[in-house]
């Protein structure tokens, strides 16, 4: 694992850190926007293929952190009836994902990004 901040500057660290931490605020506020905002940082530093698994990590934290902070006012009833449909669209998307290249990532990152300014 430290392998892979070798060719991470200490300096690029603390401006991912920072980033994280602005960016946290901003979706805590907001309820989203981490997973946009952090790519602008990342992709420079550590190229577009590995943001993807970065971003969908963060977002697995990040929601399961809110799914647990809000369970008491949880309607299960409509949480079974959006993950009937969020799983198998999810599936797909990842199946999407893992299938690009480098550059095809490159191209969907950027897309996001012109489509959320």
Do not use: H, W
């Not at 990342?42 to 698994?53: K, N, Q, S, Y």
């Amino acid at each position: 694992m430290i392998d892979g901040f070798a060719d991470i500057s200490i300096a690029q660290l603390a401006l991912i850190a920072g980033t994280a931490l602005l960016t946290s605020l901003i979706g805590g506020v907001a309820g989203y926007g981490t997973g946009a905002l952090m790519p602008l940082v990342l992709v420079p530093i550590v190229g577009a293929e590995p943001v993807v698994p970065i971003i969908a990590l963060s977002s697995l934290l990040t929601n399961t952190s809110r799914a647990i902070a809000f369970l008491p006012q949880v309607d299960r009833k409509r949480t079974l009836t959006v993950l009937a449909f969020a799983i198998p669209t999810c599936v797909i998307g990842a199946y999407g994902y893992s299938l690009l290249t480098g550059k095809g990532a490159q191209i969907v990152i950027g897309t996001m990004m012109a489509l959320s300014v």
